[in-house]
């Protein structure tokens, strides 16, 4: 269980990070509160293929892959979509304080869906 649990807590931290800091350009970032645009699509879709990688490469089957793989990507656009509208006109350089505290909210919503998605593997495999 120890080793399974590790894989999926790194792969989906390791891949949150590369999605949100490497791989979202600027039109991403524009298009994610604006279900017209394709921003905020393409980035859910980023997430959650990386998550899909991950999950098989640890070994979950690839049927729950592909059932997370579609939580995941409806879930984050979600939470990115609320993020963009409840967090309009706060800057960062006018109010710093506000500011990382709902960007801090946003992490947190993500990191909780990962927690889920570990918890779901690990008892499907009948490792909890």
């Known amino acids: 269980m120890t080793t399974v649990f590790f894989a999926l807590l790194i792969g989906l ?4 990070y590369v999605g949100d800091y490497f791989l979202q350009p600027g039109w991403m970032l524009a298009g994610k509160g604006d279900i017209a645009q394709p921003g905020g699509y393409a980035h859910a879709g980023i997430h959650a ?3 899909l990688l991950v999950l098989l490469v640890a070994g ?3 049927a729950l892959a592909a059932a997370l793989f579609a939580a995941e990507f409806i879930t984050h ?4 979509y609320a993020k963009i509208h409840y967090s309009n006109g706060v800057r960062v ?3 710093p304080r506000r500011f990382w505290v709902l960007h801090g909210i946003d992490q947190l919503t993500h990191q909780l869906t990962y927690a ?4 779901i593997v690990l008892a499907a495999k009948g490792l909890l």
Not at 13 to 16: A, G, I, P
Request: glycine content about 10%; hydrophobic content about 35%.
């Open 77 to 80: 656009y979600g939470l990115d």
């Open 60 to 62: 979950t089957p690839p």
């Open 49 to 51: 293929g990386l998550s």
């Open 13 to 16: 931290e390791l891949k949150h």
């Open 93 to 95: 350089d006018q109010t």
């Open 116 to 119: 889920a998605m570990i918890f």
